[in-house]
């Protein structure tokens, strides 16, 4: 084609020619904005490129925070609040993680951690003076304070005397003013209070408890609230859920006449404990 007419195509000022100007100013808007949003926008986000959030539940804080770099992500401490303590992690150890381990999220994605606190919460425990040892044992359940040591004394008066938490009095029913001090002391959470029961008869029996096929903590429940104590824990392998207890002694089976085994208030029974075995 001449290339004369092509500029007049182009440059002219016929309604073709501004037609295909039109065209051509149109079909370079797509290109660039093609360019942008496959190119350079793409590269700037990333864009279809995700991380694979880790598991760092359980961890302790510097190696969540390792996991997590390496991965490519970022972390913020979102709560490490008294309330949240567990007793039976280490001081940092992560609680949380949001979001959860598998989820699919953006390189540097910030995960927000719950961490375990350096000490649990104090709490104020109930008045549990003169209660049962079942009912004192639901309330303090309800706030997540455990039954220590319980000291049976023989007393005309049978209930709950004294309470004691890390040797220090918390409250004391005085006989003979028959008056309640309650002091302001409070209690950690996860924490156990040692407690004087005063038996009444002193030489009363109860039933053996069967505890095999509970938790540890539900059978520390059941004897506390029974009047007994736990004596010494065996931890085994078991094809059992870790933490159930799967044999106890003085055992609470019936002989051979259909009779149950008693037990003298304030004595313990030892327990058996399964533990992770390792096995699958």
């Keep these: 084609m001449d290339t004369n007419k092509i500029k007049k195509l182009i440059f002219g000022e016929s309604p073709s020619a501004l037609l295909i100007n ?85 390189d540097n994605r910030n995960i927000y951690l719950t961490l375990n606190p350096s000490q649990a919460e104090l709490v104020k425990l109930d008045d549990i003076l003169t209660s049962s040892l079942k009912n004192a044992a639901e309330k303090m359940r309800t706030i997540g304070v455990k039954p220590g040591k319980i000291t049976r004394v023989e007393d005309r008066y049978q209930g709950i005397l004294e309470v004691r938490y890390q040797g220090q009095l918390v409250q004391k029913y005085d006989r003979k003013l028959r008056k309640k001090i309650i002091t302001s002391r409070k209690v950690h959470r996860g924490g156990k209070v ?60 019936e002989d051979e006449e259909g009779i149950k085994p008693k037990i003298r208030y304030g004595r313990t029974i030892e327990l058996w404990v399964s533990q992770y075995s390792g096995k699958n």
């Design 22 to 106: 039109i065209v051509l100013i149109l079909f370079a808007g797509l290109l660039s904005m093609w360019i942008f949003f496959e190119g350079y926008l793409s590269v700037a986000t990333k864009h279809g490129e995700t991380v694979t959030v880790p598991n760092v539940d359980s961890l302790s804080f510097e190696d969540a925070i390792k996991r997590l770099e390496s991965a490519g992500l970022r972390y913020t401490v979102f709560d490490s609040a008294p309330v949240n303590y567990n007793p039976d992690l280490p001081y940092l150890t992560v609680l949380a993680q949001t979001p959860k381990a598998g989820d699919k999220v953006k």
């Design 194 to 253: 040692d407690i004087v029961v005063g038996d009444g008869l002193g030489k009363s029996q109860t039933d053996v408890p069967n505890l095999v096929g509970m938790t540890e903590g539900d059978a520390e429940f059941v004897l506390f609230g029974q009047g007994l104590g736990k004596g010494t824990t065996h931890y085994v392998a078991s094809e059992l859920q870790p933490g159930t207890v799967v044999k106890q002694y003085p055992s609470a089976e």
